[in-house]
């Protein structure tokens, strides 16, 4: 089983629709985040969580809102869909409380294909 | 802020043949990690090697190695004995020790002719 799940994997939508985008990780992990990829550009940081409690912006959070139901559990809402969020969405999760022996490196979902029309 | 620029959008190499694709990053730290990520068609992120910026040895992941230049704030990949498989968009990635995020660069896309 994949470590990492995001549903949908594939969401064709209307502008002014409201979307929710779901991840869900059994790593155990505390830090969670949201990426958006666009053609020809690298991944963008939307929002982090490092613990329940704990929500930040990225670069571009404008138009999108978090919630971090549980610690395995982090959701991206676009309120009112528009043409431009068009994208490949990532969430991703990595280890915190590791110490400086680990990398903390991240680790993706499969990613979930947004059209807005 | 730091930033990580991959100056090159498009590579190819022939199947067998070495490949190596640039990355230079911005940062006024001393101490985080860089990381080459591989992306196929399947859309799928796959860590493909990492380094720790205090760690002056170069890593080495099978066929992937990296040049670590810390001084010039630059992260090479090199890719030996190039497979068709290794097709991809490739990203390099830096992310500050206590930053918990990353930063990308824009991607290179590799092709691999038979």
């Known amino acids: 089983d994949a470590d990492v799940t995001q549903t949908p994997r594939n969401r064709i939508t209307k502008t002014g629709k409201r979307i929710m985008l779901e991840c869900s990780q059994t790593?155990?992990?505390?830090?969670m985040y949201w990426y958006r990829q666009d053609p020809g550009l690298g991944l963008r940081l939307i929002y982090y969580s490092f613990d329940v409690k704990d929500i930040n912006k990225g670069e571009i959070s404008d138009g999108y809102s978090v919630s971090r139901q549980a610690q395995a559990k982090f959701s991206l809402s676009l309120e009112s869909a528009i043409p431009n969020q068009t994208a490949l969405y990532f969430c991703?999760?990595?280890?915190?409380?590791?110490?400086?022996?680990?990398?903390?490196?991240?680790?993706f979902g499969p990613g979930t294909r947004l059209t807005v029309l | 802020a730091q930033t990580v620029t991959q100056s090159q959008p498009e590579m190819s190499v022939q199947e067998a043949e070495t490949v190596t694709l640039s990355c230079t990053y911005d940062?006024?730290?001393?101490?985080?990690?860089l990381f080459w990520y591989k992306q196929p068609p399947s859309r799928q992120m796959i860590l493909v090697i990492r380094q720790e910026a205090y760690k002056q040895q170069n890593a080495t992941e099978n066929r992937f190695s990296v040049n670590f230049q810390k001084a010039a704030k630059s992260f090479s990949l090199k890719i030996s004995d190039s497979q068709l498989g290794d097709a991809a968009m490739y990203f390099c990635a830096y992310r500050g020790r206590n930053a918990g995020k990353s930063t990308f660069g824009d991607g290179t896309t590799l092709t691999v002719k038979p």
């Open positions: 991703a999760t990595s280890d915190g409380t590791s110490g400086r022996s680990s990398y903390n490196e991240q680790f």
């Open positions: 790593k155990g992990h505390d830090r």
């Open positions: 940062t006024s730290e001393s101490d985080y990690y």
